[in-house]
Structures are given as C-alpha cells and as structure tokens.
C-alpha cells in the first residue's frame, strides 16, 4: 500500500516531465526497455538494491547499460532514484508509470476468463465489442477456467461483467431457496 | 395432511424457472491486502460509497469505514478468521440494513438482524438501514404521555415520559440493569385490553445487550420468559464473544427496530445495555483502523457516536401518527466518576439521568437510586394527574431528611420540628425500596405514596413500614378495588376520592398498629 503511494509520485514525475518535453513516446519506449532488463536480470536488481554499492558506482553502470540507447531524461530519472535510495522501488514505478501510459493513451486492460479456449475470430469480435462499449483501446488478457462451465468473466478496472455459467447457477439456487415456500 | 403430487412440484418447478431471468451479472470488486482484528484493507473498490455494506468470501460482510487514497478500511461482521489476503471483495450498493416488523417480537437476534435463539428463521417483509438520520424539530411534539416504569422512586420523583432519553447511570453491580428490566415488565400492562379501556397504548420494548456475558444475557432472556414480557420485547444482542464491529452497530440495530414501532404509530422503549462497551468497540474499531486517538484514546467523534443514537428517540408529531420511542442508555462509571469523558458526553444528551450509588446499594437501599442528584428533565408532564399530586411532597420530604440525616446519629437531642422531619424521612426511605421484578401499577403506588407523604407511616416502625404497604395494598386489592380501578381511569384523584382514602387509611393504621403490638 504505502509503497504503491510513493511509486505512483515518481512515476507521476516522470509523465509529467515527458508531457512538458514532448516525449511521450520516447519515454514510454526507455521504460519499457529499462523494465525488461529489470525483469529479466536478477542480478541487476541485486545490484540496484544493495547498499554496499557506491552511488557513484551504480551511476556509472547505468550509464555505460542505458547511456546510448535511452533519452537523457530517462536517464536522470534512473539518478534521481537512485540519489533518493528508492531503487527498490523501481520495478513497481516502471508498472505504475506503464498505468499512467494506458490511461494517457486510453488502452484499458481486460481479463477474460472463458470455460474452454476462444478461436481468434472469438476474440477479435470480443475486443470490437467491449472497444466499442468502453470506448478505449482494449488490451486482451485472456485464460481458460473451466470452474466456470460456460459463459465468460469480464474484468475491466474494478468492474466485473458475470456471464459465467457457475454464476447463473448460483442465482438459480439463491432464487430457488428464497422462494421455497410452496404457497408461492 | 395434503400430499403433493409429483406433478405438481414439478409444475412450480417450471414455473419458477420460467421467471428466471439469464443476464449478465455486473458489480464492483477490490482485492483483500490486509486482514487482521476484525478489520481488513481492501485494495481497488474505487467507486465504494461510505458506510457501503461489502462482501467478502465465505459470506462474511463488512463495513466500509475508511475510504483512503489507495486503500478501503472495512470493519468485519464476521469470522475474520476465513478471509485470507488476495481474497475478492464485492460491492453490494446497499448500506447495512435490519430486517423489522412484528415477527421479530419473541427472539433473540444478533445486530445484523439474524437469529440467535435456534427457533428458526425470520421472515419478515421489510428492511430499514441501520444508520438513519434523525427527525427534525417540525416531526416532533413535546413529551407529555407517562412511561410507568412501576419503580415508586422513578415515577414518583423522577417520571419519565414516552419519547424522553432517560440515563442510567451507577458503578458497576449497583442495579442499572435491574431498574430498565422492571421496566420493561411493567410494560406488560400495556398490552392488556384494560390497558386499550384507560386509553394507554402497548409498548413494545427492545433490550439490546451490548459486549455482555452470553450467561447475563441467557437470564435476562429467561427472567423475561418467565415474567411473560417476551411476548413484547426483542432481545438484540451482541455478546463479549462477537466481533467488536457487530457490537459498534448494535445499538444501532435496536434503534432501527424502535423507529419501526415509532413511524407505525406505536410506542416502543429501547435499551442500551451499557453504551460503555459500544463506546470502547468503537475506539477498538477506530484505533484499529489508524485514526487518530482522541481523550482517553477515543476516537474524535466519540459524542457523535452517542448523539446520533440518543437522537433517534422522540415523540412524534400527531400529523405522522403519535408513535415514540423513549430510551434507556445505561452507562458504567468507574468508581463513581461522572465526570469522566464518556459519562459526561451521554449526560449532556439526555433528558436526565437516574443515579444509582454503591453506597445506597450496600446499605440496603434498593433500588439505590440517589433522588437528590437524578433528575428528569420531562418532569410532572410525565405523571397522571393523581400522581403528581402525591409525589409533590415526596422529593421535598426526602431532601429534607438528606440533609438532616448527619445529625440522626446525635439521637434525642433534637428539636421536636427535626425529630419528626427525621421521622418522616426514615419512612419515606424505606417505603421506596422495592424489590426486583414486582413493579407497581401506578395507581397502586399512588395509594402507597399518599399514605407514606400523609404521615401515615409516622407512628410505624421503620422495620413495619414495608409489611405496612404490602397489607395495605392486599387490602385495597380485597375490599377496595374500585377505589383503585377508579384512580386508574380517571387518572386523578378527586377530593371525594381522598377523602375516603384517608379514611380507610386511618382505619387500616390503626389496625395495623395494634397488631404490632401484639
């Protein structure tokens, strides 16, 4: 919770900092490089998060990974980090700035859960429809659960959309035993 | 007993899926991020309103209490122990609700409304939320139809009236419980057709039991039973062992399940059996969800707690029907402080307060109500007409003799003038004691007032003043019950009907006198 907080600050910073120099873009694409290599290499999140490492030390490796291939802002940023102490902290800013990404360019995630796999014509009728509900660009997420004997479950945000079998059931019995008197 | 065919079942079977209607199920979740004491962290949620009921797991419910800038505070009403980080939380849209109407009558339910005492479900038609704002000042009309607690000390001195907020309030063992269960039993006269003759409407009453003794609670349930007042009353109760939550609320319940009598034109006394242990549920609640500790550790709105609930009691206007609600808060001091904080706070809210004292109580005086420091704010209006007659000498009497009753030690050194108001004093003392499930009607205590303020009990000893008032009264039930019914109707007690009150009387204390002798 309290880390979420002070993650989505930094994050916030950095949108805010590509906003005014128009790099929007530019900037989404670095965080997205910076991540993979966060998310692949643990020995560089060691190495983040230590503190026996010099902070001179771990900007001079940033440097010489990212120094050609990302923007100087991107860059910076990645200093700021590391000059406040709040390296361990990377991996859930770069997810909380990917958050702030979605919502500028008005992409939302959807969780599908379906009984049995869906056929990619399925999906594509799918994603049209809830794009055009929503009206945002749809990201799919989609998994087979078959506790949910038909139908699917939509989860956009907070919302979710029941239109599983199990769930329908559920109603049934809940109805069934509400009205169980047979003088109905 | 009528069998029914296969066919026929398998027809409402149909018939019930034919109204079911398949769609799409839509509704808000949060994920759970920290569970623990009765309280649980629920992250996501974002369109959750306040005091919105939630669903967790397992069919536990919760409150939602704290909306912060990443995170939901709830408080549950439930096993905590089910719910495990991860879990999905619904939202339901709809604020915690307590199922009401007549049916409840008889049980023993928990504070969300369910039942407790194994005779089976409740099915009633209606719900109402728990938390409701109180009237206005147009809604409401002035107290002025007595509520006959059957206690001589309480309707004589200290009369309470059908919509007031009565306080009781003493150190723990001192009797508060005692003084709200007779009342509740003297209700039972309420209820009977010569009751509707006299033109007194039936109160229903409610007991809700707040973090007490499971035990406690078992012999009040079955004191009730036994003086037949269940069949009026609803015993609400959130014991000891029940989350800190469900005790938060209970009150709360109670109050709900006294404003349905209320707005049907009905009357109904409520009591909160002891709003202490609401008060402390709630600082657990409150601490426990990281607000700021206030005085004593309470919460900053503390007094609201209790005003909100307190406020709910009233007396409605005529135009919505009549009904009222009067309430009994109990409060527990600690070693006789009322000028601790959470005494104090109810103190300002209510509409007087019974003070009952250790000392009255270890000294034989029972109930040990101190007359001289308890008050009603409602006063005479709240008395019959024959009531407020006879009692009127009553508190000067007893504050008198207060006062005197250092130098009753000093003996016969006295002046006649002191002697006698020591006399007199002495009697009136012992003729308010009374004992524990016998309230008096009130025309009966009438008749036992006048005698002891009239100085019929002077010549008495002080050890004969109690089988005094019961022959007396067995007497009056014998061979002069009409004089009796008469009080009772017309409320008022004309001179032809003190005139041969007081003839009978010295009869009576003549004989009486003489057989004390012998």
Redesign the interface.
């Known amino acids: 919770?309290r880390s979420?907080?002070v993650a989505?600050r930094y994050a916030q910073a950095l949108m805010k900092a590509a906003e005014e120099l128009r790099t929007i873009d530019a900037t989404a694409a670095d965080v997205e490089t910076i991540g993979a290599v966060v998310r692949s290499s643990r020995e560089f999140r060691r190495f983040l998060s230590s503190p026996v490492v010099s902070v001179a030390r771990k900007k001079a490796v940033l440097l010489e990974m990212f120094g050609t291939i990302i923007s100087p802002v991107s860059l910076s940023f990645l200093d700021l980090i590391i000059k406040q102490n709040r390296e361990p902290l990377l991996p859930e800013i770069l997810e909380q700035f990917a958050v702030l990404r979605d919502a500028q360019m008005g992409v939302v995630n959807a969780d599908v859960t379906t009984a049995v796999d869906m056929t990619p014509p399925q999906l594509r009728d799918l994603q049209n429809a809830l794009e055009q509900q929503t009206g945002k660009k749809v990201r799919l997420k989609v998994h087979a659960d078959p506790s949910i004997r038909g139908g699917l479950v939509i989860?956009i945000?907070?919302?979710?959309?029941?239109?599983s079998l199990t769930?329908?059931l559920e109603?049934?019995r809940e109805?069934?035993a509400r009205?169980a008197s047979?003088s109905? | 007993m009528a069998e029914?065919r296969p066919e026929e079942v398998s027809a409402?079977l149909r018939?019930?899926?034919a109204?079911?209607e398949?769609e799409?199920?839509?509704?808000?979740?949060?994920t759970v991020?920290?569970v623990g004491d009765g309280v649980a962290?629920v992250?996501?949620?974002?369109?959750v309103m306040m005091s919105e009921l939630v669903e967790f797991p397992h069919g536990v419910f919760g409150l939602v209490l704290n909306l912060e800038?990443?995170?939901v505070g709830c408080i549950l009403f439930g096993e905590a122990s089910k719910i495990k980080e991860g879990d999905t939380v619904k939202r339901t849209s709809r604020v915690a609700s307590l199922p009401v109407g007549e049916q409840m009558l008889g049980r023993v339910v928990n504070a969300l409304g369910l039942p407790t005492d194994g005779r089976g479900p409740i099915h009633t038609e209606k719900y109402l939320p728990i938390e409701r704002k109180a009237l206005g000042v147009i809604q409401r009309q002035p107290v002025k139809e007595p509520l006959q607690t059957g206690l001589k000390a309480v309707d004589g001195m200290i009369p309470i009236g059908r919509g007031q907020r009565e306080l009781i309030i003493g150190d723990r063992q001192t009797g508060k419980t005692a003084v709200a269960l007779d009342a509740i039993i003297n209700q039972r006269y309420t209820h009977t057709p010569e009751a509707k003759q006299q033109g007194i409407q039936p109160v229903y009453c409610i007991y809700v039991a707040i973090g007490q003794k499971s035990s406690t609670v078992a012999q009040v349930v079955d004191k009730l039973q036994q003086e037949g007042a269940m069949a009026y009353t609803v015993v609400i109760a959130a014991t000891a062992t029940d989350p800190a939550p469900m005790q938060y609320i209970s009150p709360y319940a109670g109050a709900t399940l006294g404003e349905y009598f209320r707005d049907s034109g009905r009357h109904a006394l409520v009591v909160y059996d002891d709003l202490t242990k609401q008060a402390q549920s709630y600082r657990q609640v409150s601490l426990l969800l990281r607000r700021p500790p206030g005085r004593e550790a309470y919460p900053g709105d503390v007094f609201y707690l209790h005003s909100r609930l307190l406020e709910r009691a009233s007396k409605l206007s005529n135009e919505l029907g009549g009904g009222s609600l009067t309430a009994f808060p109990v409060i527990e001091t600690q070693a006789s402080d009322v000028s601790a904080y959470i005494p104090t706070n109810v103190i300002s809210i209510t509409d007087g307060q019974i003070y009952l004292e250790p000392g009255m109580f270890n000294a034989g005086i029972r109930p040990a109500i101190n007359v001289g420091i308890s008050v009603s704010r409602v006063g005479g209006t709240a008395q019959i007409k024959a009531m407020r007659k006879v009692a009127g000498r009553l508190r000067l009497d007893l504050a008198q003799y207060a006062e005197l009753e250092a130098f009753a030690k000093f003996g016969s050194d006295l002046d006649k003038a002191t002697l006698a108001q020591l006399r007199r004093g002495a009697r009136l003392v012992e003729l308010l004691k009374q004992g524990q499930y016998v309230p008096m009607p009130v025309e009966k205590q009438v008749v036992s007032i006048f005698a002891g303020t009239n100085g019929f009990l002077d010549e008495i000893p002080v050890e004969q003043v109690q089988r005094f008032e019961h022959d007396l009264l067995e007497l009056m039930d014998l061979k002069h019950a009409a004089l009796l019914k008469e009080i009772a109707e017309k409320k008022d007690l004309s001179d032809a009907m003190t005139a041969s009150l007081k003839t009978l009387l010295t009869g009576f204390t003549a004989s009486f006198k003489a057989s004390v002798k012998a």
């Open positions: 919770m979420t907080r989505r989860q945000g907070d919302t979710v959309r029941d239109a769930h329908q109603r049934l109805q069934f009205g047979l109905h | 029914v409402i018939k019930q899926l109204g079911f398949k799409t199920d839509i509704y808000d979740v949060g991020l920290q962290r992250y996501g949620l974002t369109k800038e990443d995170n």
